[in-house]
């Protein structure tokens, strides 16, 4: 078998029509929608460490973060550990990753890869490939577009007779969600539905949920999220958060986008300017315009998933070829008045998976726990190579095959380990099982501060309702924090 793996970068399981939800007649996905109606939809997806880098050490590895050494964004994978690309090339397989790559390391175990400059740029970015002696060379193009692009040249060139692994890694829908030229003006004249969670008050919460820097409303901002460019030098707009870097991206423009780019979002900042909103209205106007901009992003991932699958139809490749769709966590799109991820909440905890298996019944759907450690695992197997031992995932082609394996684990171990740092989300670790959420938040410096929340997930799946110190919930707290302290020990976790 030969496997695809699609992973973009910050997208919502909300955002795939497949899952129904507020925006899926608003804004359908049909070619993610069409993979999801031929293989299975996953409804119960998680990350191990809701975060860019831990995740992608956590698909090559398939251990947790404190296992691969990738515990924060900036961190370094321990090299030492074993990819499972190499394992595969030991066997035979032809192996190749294009576009984000963002570990610390150059691509190891790969015959062939063509990879973003860190995060990468929408527009114009740079990529490098064995060919160009470790030096990023700028490709003319939209990222997105561009990544599909080597995917399918890596196709093109591979040996006919020869098993191959490909990684498709996008950039998008990554902030500042920079859409491509021709979908400038899409969903223009659309109002988009607010979640129910939008006003949440998090009034019974730990300190985290207040002390984050991930609102919509007071750290969202003009010019680098929002587009509005041309007030980089107005106060209070110059003193905003990466003003700089917005400029960058549109200055790597060719002069045909830029006009493209100018002409829309200038309508953006008269808007902007006229209506002189505040407080909730504000607020309103910013998500508006942020669900826009990201559902953009989607429309040019949802095509070129759609180009990908029908180059591999052209070519007779459908009927041995895995083709995984995910996305390295999940996000918030307005969920709790937010954006970006990093918390144990469902919204950033789970992420969409979808997963075509060649002669599978088709349509399922999978409500089994999994998680991103589960991805290394399930790839060797689909090569046919048993999984190492020390690999901490297990691989998901029984339950592909309608078949779940009697001891198929009962819950999961979550742990955040990146404060302080951007959007000051606090250091936390928590089990969730099929019901019941137990988050401990925690200081690992000077061990001052301790606090926990439970979540009974059937009653209350938005998350606004921490049961932990009511009393009829008192068994449950100590079930779930016997199984975190049975996580802790058997893994060996540090409060790092």
């Given at each position: 078998m030969?496997?695809?793996?699609?992973?973009?970068?910050?997208?919502?399981?909300?955002?795939?029509?497949?899952?129904?939800g507020?925006?899926?007649?608003?804004?359908?996905?049909?070619?993610?929608?069409?993979?999801?109606?031929?293989?299975?939809?996953?409804?119960?997806?998680?990350?191990?460490?809701s975060?860019?880098?831990?995740?992608?050490?956590?698909?090559?590895?398939?251990?947790?973060?404190?296992?691969?050494?990738?515990?924060?964004?900036?961190?370094?994978?321990?090299?030492?550990?074993?990819?499972?690309?190499?394992?595969?090339?030991?066997?035979?397989?032809?192996?190749?990753?294009?576009?984000?790559?963002?570990?610390?390391?150059?691509?190891?175990?790969?015959?062939y890869?063509?990879?973003?400059?860190?995060?990468?740029?929408?527009?114009?970015?740079?990529?490098?490939?064995?060919?160009?002696?470790?030096?990023?060379?700028?490709?003319?193009?939209?990222a997105?577009?561009?990544?599909?692009?080597?995917?399918?040249?890596?196709?093109?060139?591979?040996?006919?007779?020869?098993?191959?692994?490909?990684?498709?890694?996008?950039?998008?829908?990554?902030?500042?969600?920079?859409?491509?030229p021709?979908?400038?003006?899409?969903?223009?004249?659309?109002?988009?539905?607010?979640?129910?969670?939008?006003?949440?008050?998090?009034?019974?919460?730990?300190?985290?949920?207040?002390?984050?820097?991930?609102?919509?409303?007071?750290?969202?901002?003009?010019?680098y999220?929002?587009?509005?460019?041309?007030?980089?030098?107005?106060?209070?707009?110059?003193?905003?958060?990466?003003?700089?870097?917005?400029?960058?991206?549109?200055?790597?423009?060719?002069?045909?986008?830029?006009?493209?780019?100018?002409?829309?979002?200038?309508?953006?900042?008269?808007?902007?300017?006229?209506?002189?909103?505040?407080?909730n209205?504000?607020?309103?106007?910013?998500?508006q315009?942020?669900?826009?901009?990201?559902?953009?992003?989607?429309?040019?991932?949802?095509?070129?998933?759609?180009?990908?699958?029908?180059?591999?139809?052209?070519?007779?490749?459908?009927?041995?070829?895995?083709?995984?769709?995910?996305?390295?966590?999940?996000?918030?799109?307005?969920?709790?008045?937010?954006?970006?991820?990093?918390?144990?909440?469902?919204?950033?905890?789970?992420?969409?998976?979808?997963?075509?298996?060649?002669?599978?019944?088709?349509?399922?759907?999978?409500?089994?726990l999994?998680?991103?450690?589960?991805?290394?695992?399930?790839?060797?197997?689909?090569?046919?190579?048993?999984?190492?031992?020390?690999?901490?995932?297990?691989?998901?082609?029984?339950?592909?095959?309608?078949?779940?394996?009697?001891?198929?684990?009962?819950?999961?171990?979550?742990?955040?380990?990146?404060?302080?740092?951007?959007?000051?989300?606090?250091?936390?670790?928590?089990?969730?099982?099929?019901?019941?959420?137990?988050?401990?938040?925690?200081d690992?410096?000077?061990?001052?501060?301790?606090?926990?929340?439970?979540?009974?997930?059937?009653?209350?799946?938005?998350?606004?309702?921490?049961?932990?110190?009511?009393?009829?919930?008192?068994?449950?707290?100590?079930?779930?924090?016997?199984?975190?302290?049975?996580?802790?020990?058997?893994?060996?976790?540090?409060?790092?």
């Open positions: 030969n496997v695809v793996y699609i992973m973009t970068d910050d997208h919502s399981y909300q955002t795939i029509s497949a899952y129904g507020i925006l899926a007649k608003l804004a359908p996905t049909p070619n993610l929608d069409r993979l999801a109606e031929k293989g299975m939809l996953f409804e119960r997806a998680f990350v191990e460490n975060l860019s880098a831990p995740s992608r050490a956590c698909l090559m590895t398939g251990l947790y973060s404190h296992q691969n050494g990738q515990r924060q964004l900036f961190g370094q994978i321990d090299t030492t550990k074993t990819f499972f690309s190499e394992i595969l090339q030991q066997h035979g397989y032809q192996t190749a990753v294009v576009g984000k790559w963002h570990l610390q390391c150059e691509p190891k175990g790969f015959d890869y063509e990879v973003l400059y860190g995060q990468g740029e929408y527009y114009n970015p740079e990529f490098k490939n064995k060919e160009t002696n470790g030096k990023y060379v700028r490709r003319d193009g939209y997105t577009r561009l990544v599909t692009d080597y995917a399918i040249d890596f196709l093109e060139h591979r040996k006919s007779d020869t098993p191959f692994c490909l990684l498709v890694h996008h950039k998008a829908p990554h902030r500042n969600w920079m859409p491509e021709k979908y400038l003006d899409l969903y223009e004249d659309v109002e988009f539905p607010y979640p129910d969670t939008f006003d949440d008050d998090y009034a019974t919460r730990c300190r985290p949920a207040y002390e984050q820097e991930m609102q919509i409303d007071k750290d969202m901002t003009a010019v999220d929002l587009k509005l460019n041309k007030l980089k030098d107005t106060a209070p707009y110059s003193k905003e958060w990466n003003v700089k870097g917005m400029q960058e991206s549109i200055d790597r423009m060719k002069p045909e986008e830029r006009l493209l780019w100018e002409k829309a979002y200038d309508r953006r900042l008269a808007d902007f300017k006229s209506l002189q909103l505040t407080g209205e504000l607020k309103k106007w910013k998500y315009a942020y669900m826009k901009d990201y559902l953009r992003c989607i429309k040019s991932i949802d095509d070129e998933v759609g180009r990908l699958v029908e180059y591999l139809k052209e070519h007779n490749l459908m009927e041995n070829t895995v083709i995984v769709y995910t996305s390295d966590q999940g996000f918030y799109m307005g969920e709790h008045g937010w954006f970006d991820k990093r918390f144990m909440y469902e919204e950033s905890l789970r992420t969409p998976l979808i997963i075509y298996y060649p002669g599978m019944k088709k349509g399922k759907k999978c409500s089994k999994v998680q991103n450690i589960d991805y290394a695992p399930t790839i060797l197997d689909i090569a046919g190579i048993d999984k190492p031992d020390y690999m901490s995932g297990e691989s998901l082609i029984p339950l592909l095959k309608g078949n779940t394996p009697k001891n198929w684990r009962r819950d999961i171990y979550y742990h955040y380990y990146d404060y302080p740092a951007q959007h000051k989300v606090r250091r936390h670790d928590g089990v969730r099982d099929e019901r019941y959420k137990l988050v401990h938040f925690y690992a410096k000077n061990k001052t501060y301790d606090c926990n929340e439970l979540y009974d997930l059937l009653k209350d799946p938005r998350e606004l309702n921490n049961v932990y110190n009511e009393s009829s919930y008192k068994e449950i707290q100590k079930r779930l924090q016997d199984r975190l302290d049975c996580y802790r020990n058997e893994l060996k976790v540090d409060e790092h």
